[in-house]
T-cell receptor
Framework: DGGITQSPKYLFRKEGQNVTLSCEQNLNHDAMYWYRQDPGQGLRLIYY???????QKGDIAEGYSVSREKKESFPLTVTSAQKNPTAFYLC????????????FGSGTQLSVL | GDSVTQMEGPVTLSEEAFLTINCTYT??????LFWYVQYPGEGLQLLLK?????DKGSNKGFEATYRKETTSFHLEKGSVQVSDSAVYFC?????????????FGKGTTLSVSS
C-alpha cells in the first residue's frame, strides 16, 4: 500500500545533540512538508520542498535543517540550536504545492532528556 | 498575511448531540478550504474540502459550506458519535499557487461521551 512513513515514533535528545527524523513516501509525490505540533498551537510549518534538491523555509525554520536528495525522502534534523525541540513532528506529502490534499505520516514525538 | 482562526476547545458533547466548530479565514487570494481530523497518536487525515464560494464539502456525516461573504467554513454534524472524538483542524490553501503550503488553524478538540 502507498503511504508516508515516519520513524522513529518516539525520540529522545540530549542537550547539545543533533537528531534526525526520517520521512519516506512511496506515493510518487513531488512536494513534502514538515510541521511541528505543540499543544494549543496547531501545526506550524518548518520546511517544505517542491522538488528534489530544492526546499524553502516555513514559519519556524530556525534550529532545523532538511535535505531532499531523493524524491521519496525528506529527513529533518533538529539541531542543538533549537532550544525548545520537544514537540510532535508531522511529515506530509502532496502531488504539488498548491495541491488540495496532504497525506500525513503518523508523527514522531521528540522529547529532551 | 493569510490565516485561519478556529473556535477554542475543548468541545464536550453527549452522543447524538449537534456539533458546530467555527472557522474563519483571512486570505489575499481565493483559497481552497479544508477540514482535517487527527485521532489520538496519529497524523492528520483530510475530512472534507471546498474549493470555491458556496461549495459544500461533506464526508462521514460532517458538512461545511464555503461562505465568502462571511469568510467562514464552519464544520457541522447533526449527530455525533463517541468515535468522532478527535482534534479538528481548519486549513486553507491558495489554490493552484505553486510554492505555498497549507495554513492550519490551532485545532479544536472534540470529546464525545456516551
Amino acid at each position: 500500500d502507498g503511504g508516508i512513513t515516519q520513524s522513529p515514533k518516539y525520540l529522545f535528545r540530549k542537550e547539545g545533540q543533533n537528531v534526525t527524523l526520517s520521512c519516506e513516501q512511496n506515493l510518487n509525490h513531488d512536494a513534502m512538508y514538515w510541521y511541528r505540533q505543540d499543544p494549543g498551537q496547531g501545526l506550524r510549518l518548518i520546511y517544505y520542498s517542491q522538488i528534489v534538491n530544492d526546499f524553502q523555509k516555513g514559519d519556524i525554520a530556525e534550529g532545523y535543517s532538511v535535505s531532499r536528495e531523493k524524491k521519496e525522502s525528506f529527513p529533518l534534523t533538529v539541531t542543538s540550536a533549537q532550544k525548545n525541540p520537544t514537540a510532535f513532528y508531522l511529515c506530509a506529502s502532496s502531488h504539488g504545492t498548491g495541491s488540495e490534499k496532504l497525506f500525513f505520516g503518523s508523527g514522531t514525538q521528540l522529547s529532551v532528556l | 498575511g493569510d490565516s485561519v482562526t478556529q473556535m477554542e476547545g475543548p468541545v464536550t458533547l453527549s452522543e447524538e448531540a449537534f456539533l458546530t466548530i467555527n472557522c474563519t479565514y483571512t486570505a489575499t487570494g481565493y483559497p481552497s478550504l479544508f477540514w482535517y481530523v487527527q485521532y489520538p497518536g496519529e497524523g492528520l487525515q483530510l475530512l472534507l474540502k471546498a474549493t470555491k464560494a458556496d461549495d459544500k464539502g461533506s464526508n462521514k456525516g460532517f458538512e461545511a459550506t464555503y461562505r465568502k461573504e462571511t469568510t467562514s467554513f464552519h464544520l457541522e454534524k447533526g449527530s455525533v458519535q463517541v468515535s468522532d472524538s478527535a482534534v479538528y483542524f481548519c486549513a486553507l490553501n491558495l489554490a493552484n499557487q505553486a510554492g505555498t503550503a497549507l495554513i492550519f488553524g490551532k485545532g479544536t478538540t472534540l470529546s464525545v461521551s456516551s
